[in-house]
């Protein structure tokens, strides 16, 4: 059961009352936003700080599934190591070598008991990161194990995602960072056991805030995505929750708007509402019908004119060769695909090619824009201590 399911709950409610009298959820007051903010090294690397000091979704529990396994990937220019511990939980430390800097696994993923850098041999337990074997060890003065073990990153699995935390900030949990409200949500979705059916990655030369931008964007989908998202999803209908750090943004699709259009009852809402999940500050979750769709989008740690952006499908392990749910999943991929690759992308990177030009001027976001509003102003009060 999802939260919109409980009764209590009136956004289909609202959402109705907006489709029939052309209104939508609005913020207090439209937004202004410097342009430099998407152009500016100075801001960029401010933002990167803050990407470090706050937990992020850097994967998922299922790619390490067994004690022993372990996966390795760069996040934010840092190279990790993420293991499934003997004990079941999780762990990361960082992919350099103590002595001089080499990597010390190479692989995508495996099963292993320690890691070796092969440059020099220095050897690494997988779950502390632990120094354990230096060869010719008798021609170094002093090297004192308990110092020279991997960094290590606080990892914590919630919801089947792994979230890390570069602040190594020991006392902040997921459940608290995230709040009642989201974990509501995403306990709904079933991720715990969801495993990943689609993983892929984008780089383009655009401002990760515009990418995500036109991801949680309401306004565009008619405009932009005429013969395709644009007649599923409504344009400028949509109920805002705020839910703090995080935010969730309620759309009909064009099939309620017929219908109320055509004098229908409406029956069984949520059939007709989409969501969409803002997990701060650069993922969104995204409920289907028979998929959840994972958003992360990265700055590049040095060029604030280029970003990555990895989509995910995730779904429950028993949709695993059902052809019918497979095939859904595929067309729901062709659809996002097409949209994303020939019309969202496109358009950000004229915009970032725009703000390139035109540094000094301000983007607009009127009060019928919450979700890009929220991205912002939380930027705002984090970077800027704004209100």
Same mark, same amino acid.
């Given at each position: 059961m999802t939260l919109l399911e409980q009764p209590e709950n009136d956004i289909a409610e609202r959402i109705v009352e907006h489709v029939r009298n052309g209104t939508t959820d609005l913020a207090p007051s439209e937004l202004r936003v410097p342009i430099s903010h998407f152009i500016s090294e100075e801001r960029l690397a401010r933002e990167m700080e803050l990407l470090r000091r706050v937990p992020?979704?850097?994967?998922?529990?299922?790619?390490?599934?067994?004690?022993?396994?372990?996966?390795?990937?760069?996040?934010?220019?840092?190279?990790?190591?993420?293991?499934?511990?003997?004990?079941?939980s999780t762990a990361a430390h960082?992919?350099?070598? !103590?002595?001089?800097?080499?990597?010390?696994e190479e692989?995508?993923?495996?099963? !292993?008991?320690?890691?070796?850098?092969?440059?020099?041999?220095?050897?690494?337990?997988?779950?502390g990161g632990d120094l354990r074997g230096v060869p010719y060890d008798e021609f170094y003065s002093n090297v004192d194990r308990t110092c020279h073990g991997l960094t290590q990153v !606080?990892?914590?699995e919630?919801?089947?995602?792994?979230?890390?935390?570069?602040?190594?900030?020991?006392?902040?949990?997921i459940d608290d960072w995230l709040g009642d409200e989201v974990n509501a949500q995403l306990t709904s979705f079933g991720l715990e056991d969801a495993v990943i059916v689609l993983d892929k990655s984008f780089t383009h030369d655009i401002n990760w805030k515009i990418v995500l931008d036109g991801a949680i964007d309401i306004l565009h989908p008619k405009f932009l995505h005429p013969h395709s998202v644009g007649k599923m999803i409504a344009t400028n209908t949509n109920v805002w929750m705020d839910y703090g750090l995080h935010g969730q943004v309620?759309?009909?699709?064009?099939?309620?708007?017929?219908?109320?259009?055509?004098?229908?009852?409406i029956n069984g809402a949520w059939r007709l509402i989409s969501c969409n999940l803002f997990v701060y500050p650069?993922?969104?979750?995204?409920?289907?019908?028979?998929?959840?769709?994972?958003?992360?989008?990265?700055?590049?740690? !040095?060029?604030?004119?280029?970003?990555?952006?990895?989509?995910?499908?995730?779904?429950?392990?028993?949709?695993?060769?059902?052809?019918?749910?497979e095939a859904r999943m595929a067309k729901s991929w062709e659809i996002l695909e097409d949209a994303a690759v020939n019309e969202d992308w496109p358009m950000e990177l004229n915009i970032q090619r725009g703000a390139e030009v035109?540094?000094?001027?301000?983007?607009?976001?009127g009060r019928n824009e919450q979700p890009c509003q929220h991205l912002h102003r939380q930027l705002a009060r984090d970077l800027d201590g704004a209100e």
């Open positions: 992020i979704i850097i994967g998922r529990g299922s790619e390490i599934p067994d004690s022993g396994t372990f996966i390795t990937r760069e996040v934010m220019g840092v190279p990790l190591i993420i293991v499934r511990k003997g004990d079941g960082v992919n350099v070598c !103590k002595h001089r800097g080499g990597r010390v692989d995508d993923a495996g099963r !292993k008991r320690f890691f070796t850098c092969k440059y020099h041999g220095w050897s690494y337990s997988r779950d !606080k990892v914590e919630k919801h089947g995602f792994l979230w890390a935390d570069f602040s190594n900030n020991q006392e902040r949990l309620f759309s009909p699709r064009v099939k309620m708007e017929k219908l109320i259009a055509d004098g229908e009852q650069n993922s969104m979750v995204i409920h289907a019908p028979d998929h959840v769709e994972q958003w992360t989008v990265w700055p590049d740690p !040095k060029v604030p004119g280029r970003s990555t952006t990895q989509i995910r499908f995730l779904a429950a392990p028993e949709h695993i060769g059902d052809e019918r749910m035109t540094p000094g001027g301000t983007f607009l976001y």
